[in-house]
């Protein structure tokens, strides 16, 4: 049976900080993810979505960690088809992925970012965030089939926001299109009564690793401000609710990766404490359920 590793989507977001999760003189860089890692066997850089990684910060996060801690990184934004800002380009490069210039340098720099993590043995995955109009399709193949070949040899995860992927009659079809070039497909934990849900896809596309992220399940999702889109926090019950699914997927993947992405005030990781507590009460492995496309179990 794999390793089910427990975390959160940020350890530095301004809402955790502020909760006071975090105790008086570790609040620093440093400090907060000492603090995180003691607590936690995992974490989701997603500030590298946001701006490149830099090479000096993946060697400090490696080196203020312990052996066996493991860093999720998000894939620059540029490199899922989303709209970037020019002022966090390198070298003054326009914000334009339809260059095969600028797009090269961008890989360049963002495997150069994370190259101090693989050496360390820190890099869990690098998720594939991929936005709502990146629809199913040649095109989208066409362009996981690209990204394929960038990222031979690295741990890849791909979440899609568009609910066609995991629908009925889609389903078979996304996760052999995932199995083919080994990438993780990522099951959500969101509110399912919106137009925009996204089905949770618990299946093994690659043995090894699954991943989880749960986003809340809060009615404003893609619709509401980023604290209103992620004000969730889980009930026991919700969690527990998750636990044959997680230990299913981790009778089939070397580890599966459980991150809670509710990100307001410290939300997240109290229900990543909870979900941790819970697995490891629960008891022994059951056989692996089968997953049907609404997300449920047979």
């Known amino acids: 049976m794999g390793d089910i590793l427990v975390g959160t989507c940020s350890w530095a977001d301004r809402a955790l900080v502020a909760s006071g999760w975090y105790p ?19 974490v989701e850089a997603d500030t590298t979505y946001y701006a490149l990684p830099g090479e000096r910060n993946s060697r400090l996060w490696a080196e203020r960690t312990p052996d066996g801690f493991v860093f999720d990184v998000k894939a620059f934004s540029l490199l899922t088809g989303h709209p970037t800002r020019s002022a966090v380009m390198p070298g003054g490069l326009p914000a334009d992925a339809r260059d095969p210039g600028v797009l090269e340098e961008v890989w360049a720099r963002f495997a150069d970012g994370i190259a101090p993590l693989r050496r360390a043995g820190r890099l869990g995955s690098v998720l594939f965030q991929f936005p709502p109009w990146f629809r199913p399709g040649e095109r989208a193949e066409a362009f996981l089939a ?63 690793l699954s991943v989880v992220r749960f986003h809340g399940r809060s009615a404003a999702w893609g619709t509401g401000s980023k604290e209103e889109r992620f004000r969730y926090a889980y009930g026991e019950d919700e969690l527990a609710a998750w636990l044959p699914r997680l230990r299913g997927l981790a009778e089939h993947a070397g580890q599966v990766h459980v991150l809670f992405n509710n990100c307001c005030g410290d939300a ?24 049907l496309p609404d997300g449920g179990t047979r």
């Not at 003189?25 to 440093?30: F, V, W």
């Not at 040899?153 to 995932?178: I, K, Q, S, Y």
């Open 24 to 42: 008086p003189g570790r609040r620093g860089a440093e400090g907060r993810l000492r603090y995180y890692a003691e607590r936690f066997p995992l």
């Open 146 to 208: 690209a990204t394929a070949r960038r990222t031979e040899g690295w741990p890849v995860a791909v979440e899609f926001r568009h609910p066609a992927w995991w629908r009925e009659g889609r389903w078979d079809g996304t996760a052999a299109l995932l199995e083919r070039y080994g990438m993780t497909a990522v099951a959500v934990d969101m509110n399912q009564e919106l137009p925009s849900s996204v089905p949770p896809a618990v299946c093994v596309t690659s043995s090894r």
């Open 268 to 291: 997240a990781v109290r229900d990543a404490e909870t979900m941790a507590r819970l697995l490891g009460s629960a008891g022994p492995p059951s056989a692996a359920p089968t997953a």
